[in-house]
């Protein structure tokens, strides 16, 4: 089946700085994918151009092999969006957006379980001005809802959430993918990346670094395990870096933090009983997406 | 043009006291504040035999006009840019043009509710007679609603921020009242200088409205001024007018 969005080779500069240089990706029919990166890089600026947004300076977009600037109408109709900034009517209801937005579209969905779901129910009557960062947060994301899309295009999805509302937000997500909707989730939360996203584009400086999903990411950064231990008697520093696959060494207090490779834990246990020290409170852990996300964005030396 | 766009914008202009006072009512007000004045009802040789009041009720009808488009739309449409409304309604399948337009017949429409009750007012509080050329003044005040909404949509695409449109606003509505003969009416003002006023959008829609109330088709140059400004006003607004 044909991938429900493709972006092919898009470039978009702004007065002469490329913000978007060569990215490509296709997102399959109802996964949830992730576009990761630093601030600046290109995140936003990318999806802007898959939603009609912004004209691309070259290449090729497609949402549901459509052209999101010439048939922006048709587009509209089948992605639903939630931008990273936007406000309503500061005099406008919460009610009254849910209705004024579902008059868009053929087809909307019911506002009244989706307010629900989200928690706007109490709020029906407030105006947006009087609401809470959160509860407008919460609002775009119906809005984004409700014309029963195909797509949604999620630009920092969570940012200005507590945390309980932001976990209540992932399962909503999960919901609405399993009701076979494609996501496409815009964030900087690693967390959120790793729990939501069947694969990540991780974009930096306006080009994709890597295309993962999020352990095939982990498990490709250097430091893929990480392993910590007090030994009872010193090591010597050659025999430390001697190891295979190491990608780091930290020394603190007397501990040691090794990351590498599974290779590179197997023989850490050997070393340790060659010499037969102790490791005191051993730890074997897998990095997190965070430490690969680091791993891939990290500047190059100069 | 969307129905469930412009019931919710004549449902936002509801909410706002401000603009519902300054348009609909203050220029009626000021009517009845200048029909009070005794002097001001007795016939004036230097209006040509008519009362202050009679030559105030146009200049009532147009004040309605030029506080809504010059001052109100502008700051609303430009505030909705910088919030990033007309952005969010992008992407929808209705287009942004739908919150302009809805704002053009809600400020339009307050405009037009606002000359309909100085007329009234007028007529029934201070015996001014109405417009003797019925057709003629509806022309005229049609004309005239749409050149303050191009100017609005011009003062709009201009400001990059609500404060800025504000600041313009100002700057383009007291020229627009002196124009209209809020100070000095038309008929009043030494003949260079109504000629002069008479080439500026408000003068020329001043003195199409007193030749109708009088009786008079309105003249084709006042027409035609008014025509040619608006199609100015209105290119120069789809030429500069951004959506973010």
């Known amino acids: ?302 | 043009m969307n129905t469930a766009v412009l019931r919710t914008e004549i449902r936002l202009f509801r909410r706002e006291p401000g603009g519902i006072f300054w348009i609909l009512l203050f220029p009626t007000l000021l009517l009845v504040i200048l029909g009070s004045i005794p002097s001001f009802r007795r016939p004036d040789d230097s209006l040509g035999g008519l009362r202050t009041i009679d030559v105030y009720v146009p200049v009532a009808v147009l004040l309605g006009l030029i506080v809504g488009g010059l001052q109100s739309m502008p700051q609303t449409l430009t505030g909705y840019r910088e919030r990033g409304i007309l952005r969010r309604m992008a992407t929808t399948p209705v287009r942004p043009a739908a919150l302009l337009s809805a704002q053009m017949v809600v400020y339009g429409g307050a405009a037009l509710g606002s000359a309909l009750l100085s007329l009234a007012v007028g007529r029934l509080g201070f015996d001014v007679r109405l417009p003797e050329q019925p057709f003629g003044y509806a022309l005229a005040l049609v004309l005239a609603v749409l050149v303050a909404l191009a100017l609005g949509a011009v003062i709009s695409a201009l400001s990059r921020t609500t404060k800025i449109a504000g600041a313009i606003g100002s700057a383009v509505f007291f020229p627009a009242m002196f124009c209209a003969g809020v100070w000095l009416p038309v008929q009043a003002m030494p003949d260079v200088l109504a000629r002069i006023v008479g080439c500026t959008p408000f003068g020329a829609a001043a003195q199409a409205l007193n030749q109708a109330a009088a009786g008079h088709w309105p003249g084709w140059t006042h027409l035609g001024v008014l025509s040619v400004w608006i199609l100015l006003l209105t290119g120069a607004a789809g030429r500069w007018f951004r959506w973010e």
């Open chain 1, 1 to 302: 089946m044909a991938p429900v969005i493709e972006v092919t080779d898009l470039r978009k500069s702004y007065g002469g700085r490329a913000a978007v240089d060569g990215v490509s990706f296709a997102v399959e029919e109802g996964e949830i994918f992730g576009i990761l990166g630093p601030n600046g890089a290109g995140k936003t600026t990318t999806v802007e151009c898959v939603e009609g947004l912004r004209v691309p300076d070259a290449g090729r977009v497609r949402v549901a092999g459509l052209d999101p600037v010439a048939d922006q109408e048709q587009v509209a109709r089948v992605l639903g969006a939630q931008l990273q900034q936007s406000e309503l009517q500061p005099k406008l209801t919460v009610r009254e957006a849910l209705e004024l937005y579902a008059a868009f579209y053929p087809r909307p969905a019911d506002w009244r379980p989706l307010a629900e779901r989200l928690g706007l129910t109490p709020k029906l009557d407030s105006r947006f001005a009087r609401l809470s960062g959160g509860q407008q947060q919460r609002l775009f994301i119906a809005l984004a809802l409700i014309g029963d899309p195909r797509i949604v295009v999620l630009d920092e999805l969570t940012t200005g959430l507590d945390p309980r509302a932001r976990r209540d937000t992932w399962h909503l997500i999960e919901d609405v993918r399993t009701s076979g909707v494609t996501v496409l989730l815009v964030t900087h939360f690693m967390e959120e990346a790793q729990r939501l996203c069947d694969r990540i584009a991780v974009i930096d400086k306006g080009q994709v670094a890597a295309l993962d999903t999020p352990t095939g990411l982990i498990r490709r950064s250097a430091g893929a395990t990480v392993v910590s231990f007090t030994p009872s008697a010193p090591l010597a520093e050659p025999d430390l870096y001697a190891l295979p696959a190491l990608a780091s060494v930290e020394h603190r207090d007397g501990r040691i933090t090794l990351t590498g490779t599974d290779e590179t834990v197997n023989a850490v246990i050997s070393l340790l009983a060659r010499h037969h020290v102790t490791a005191h409170q051993l730890r074997v852990t897998d990095a997190t997406l965070d430490d690969a996300f680091l791993d891939l964005t990290k500047e190059e030396a100069v």
